[in-house]
């Protein structure tokens, strides 16, 4: 048994790094033999559940990543790599119990593993929508999204021929989970209040904001009079919303969709994607190595203490789990929970006691409980002012559910300055209306002008 | 004679967003007749000076960006557009002065042009150079400097041959200008203060940073003592100087200079360009149309009253125009002013006084005067409470320096609100020494992880 007790923990998110910070405080003892790696393809953490207002121009990316070396630069236990990994090895390697390959080649030793890749977006099987669609999950995502949506603008001005204007003021947004809920508001938001007075030709007021759904509300996995809410909130915005709607065709153009028996064309240049996701490719990897299963998206069946069958120092964890062990109240069978950070949080650090304790030699009555999720909530804003949060028993919306929706992301963002300056230029939007980082930047896909 | 004056402003910089705002404020006797549309291919103004705090993680695009549409929201008489001007036509159009064309095909009518498209860098006859040694001069230019800055302590960290990490540690900047001397202390700040406890494996404080200059001291353009003192805080910071050497070779992994006799053969992967500039391809194309003459640069001889010879309502300011009417105070010769904001502000406004009155008919005695540049002073910031000014009779240098320059800069920022987010985020930085803008974003050219 070599004198180290080697940690590696795949992928920076919420995950990730709540489970690299559980190794910081560790007691002397309990921590002599660890040795905690984090590896991830990105330098930085990203605060996702606000890349749609770096989509719309609220925020700058930086204003919701911070460097993991910056966060964790305290914390002398845990190394940050920059690396992406390709291959998981679950076999013995110089003496620990397995070891990852890095696209470089680089080999790096686990005694034990902490898999935390996140989602993509996926397409319901049109992979090639991807292009005239684009999702929202990473920093490059995000500033792509705000150059379509900004650009849309700029195009119609010089536009001449009334029909083609329609199609770069038509924006579709596909799906009305939290995502979709929350761009669709900011779009209109964008339209009505921000540019209003900064077009001579076009009347940004003129656009149409569409919000596709396939069930038959916004929202469809919070309590029924939230989503009431939510949708009534949209419509004040002007967001017109298509329930039970399903999308047939994204094309250059336009976007058909199938509202029961009935087409629906729409002439649009801006179609935005919010509706599946996709587990990460390493979940593929892991399959090869383990013969664990996957579930339709991709997700890892875990055990209750999410590692992977037969592999107990192997754990999966955040959104690429599939933790099918926990039976809510009202509920008569247990379903997988929901892809949000509190479960990965929840998760990271959960697995970490796990770990300590195992690498500590003794099983203590701890480390054999189940993970067990303790749902604090869930929130969505929807404009400036409005917001719905299911808290179990308490649910609030309007603008009371807006300010516990915003104390509660200000307390999530990883680094005070951030959480200053997040702060700062919510309530400089909030006052002015204004949204004061509208840069197009980057190549274009199909740019025109 | 058609109703209406159409003035076109082509370009949103400094030279072009200064004599588009002149137009806001007109009489409305005056300005009746005056149309004024401005082209511009991005949506934003940029304030370049403070490009380089973006390219080293201090500030976020959108800090120092203002979109151009915002800043000219409530100029009824002014109208944006997103477009690029591929071509210039100096004969009548539609009963107008002249015409250009747009990447798109679109032809707008002007009787009074302005053209003041800034520059872009060049390589010496070396544009092979480019791809291994980025310049700086936009928004990406920044972003993928940032990357290149950042990257190369987390290859470094990854490398495990001393030779090899050598070549990652090793940072040249080619070119001792203020924008030069503004990154070498700025990369010296992130590796001796920011990074300091971040890494693990390498220690990045034994970064070397090289500063590269033909001519023999730093910011060759201001007073002796000034340049002594810049080089003293620039050695103090940890930079290393290297005067009179010129960069004969940049090649993959390594920069040879030629000093005197002597060549140094520097091993490094990151080369920073801040040496030469050329002005941009519209000039190429102004001289085809109108036979003007272009100088080493590739900037237009101009006019005493900044015209075109020979089109009287066809105006070049900025970086683009070679102006060389105007003797200063210890000088016997006239030579061309800078390609500094100051020159571009006043050459814009002064045009468009020239405009209003050529518009109204009379050749008002004004009208008549020569552009006089008044020069208020440059300065350079070298690092944390480190900055010269040169104002004339009046050289600051250190903390003073820095504070006047700190002023200075935070004034001509565009908007109230980034105005108060840089102040925030410098008292921030400053404090703390962080910079929280360290994402390594986009496509890397290169990258090995």
């Not at 190794?23 to 309990?30: D, K, Y």
């Not at 990897?285 to 999410?306: I, N, Q, W, Y």
Request: one cysteine or more; hydrophobic letters at 45%.
């Amino acid at each position: 048994m070599p004198e180290s007790y080697e940690v590696l923990i795949v992928g920076g998110g919420f995950g990730g790094l709540y489970c690299a910070r559980q190794f910081c405080h560790l007691p002397a003892e309990a921590g002599r033999r660890l040795r905690v790696t984090l590896v991830d393809k990105r330098n930085f953490h990203l605060f996702q559940p606000l890349l749609y207002q770096v989509a719309t121009g609220a925020l700058s990316p930086a204003n919701i990543a911070a460097p993991l070396r910056s966060i964790l630069s305290r914390c002398r236990k845990v190394r940050t790599l920059l690396g992406e990994v390709t291959e998981l090895r679950l076999r013995e390697f110089n003496g620990h119990r397995g070891s990852v390959l890095l696209a470089d080649g680089e080999e790096l030793a686990w005694d034990a593993l902490v898999l935390s890749p996140g989602v993509t977006h996926q397409y319901f099987g049109h992979p090639e929508w991807e292009a005239l669609a684009p999702g929202l999950k990473t920093v490059e995502d995000a500033t792509a999204m705000r150059h379509r949506i900004l650009y849309a603008f700029e195009a119609a001005e010089r536009e001449q021929d009334p029909a083609r204007v329609r199609q770069w003021l038509n924006f579709v947004i596909v799906g009305a989970g939290p995502t979709g809920v929350e761009l669709a508001g900011a779009i209109a938001e964008i339209a009505h209040d921000t540019l209003r007075h900064d077009f001579r030709h076009i009347n940004p007021e003129d656009a149409r904001i569409i919000l596709i759904e396939g069930q038959d509300r916004v929202l469809p996995t919070y309590p029924a009079p939230l989503s009431a809410k939510a949708a009534q909130t949209l419509r004040r915005l002007g967001v017109e919303l298509q329930c039970s709607s399903m999308v047939t065709a994204v094309e250059e153009g336009q976007v058909r969709a199938a509202q029961g028996d009935q087409e629906v064309l729409i002439p649009t240049h801006n179609v935005l994607w919010a509706a599946g996701v996709q587990a990460s490719p390493l979940g593929q990897t892991l399959k090869a190595a383990s013969g664990c299963t996957l579930d339709r998206a991709g997700r890892v069946l875990v055990e209750p203490d999410c590692s992977v069958p037969g592999f107990p120092s192997v754990y999966v964890i955040g959104d690429l789990a599939n933790y099918s062990h926990q039976i809510f109240k009202g509920q008569t069978e247990a379903k997988p929970l929901p892809g949000v950070a509190q479960v990965a949080m929840q998760m990271g650090k959960y697995v970490a006691g796990r770990i300590v304790a195992t690498a500590a030699g003794g099983e203590s009555p701890d480390a054999q409980m189940p993970f067990r999720y303790l749902h604090l909530g869930s929130m969505a804003t929807i404009g400036r002012g409005a917001a719905i949060c299911d808290m179990g028993p308490v649910r609030l919306w309007g603008l009371l559910g807006w300010l516990v929706w915003l104390f509660i992301h200000l307390l999530y963002i990883v680094q005070f300055e951030n959480r200053l300056l997040v702060l700062l230029q919510w309530a400089w939007n909030y006052l002015t209306r204004g949204r004061s980082a509208r840069l197009i930047t980057g190549e274009a896909e199909a740019q025109e002008l």
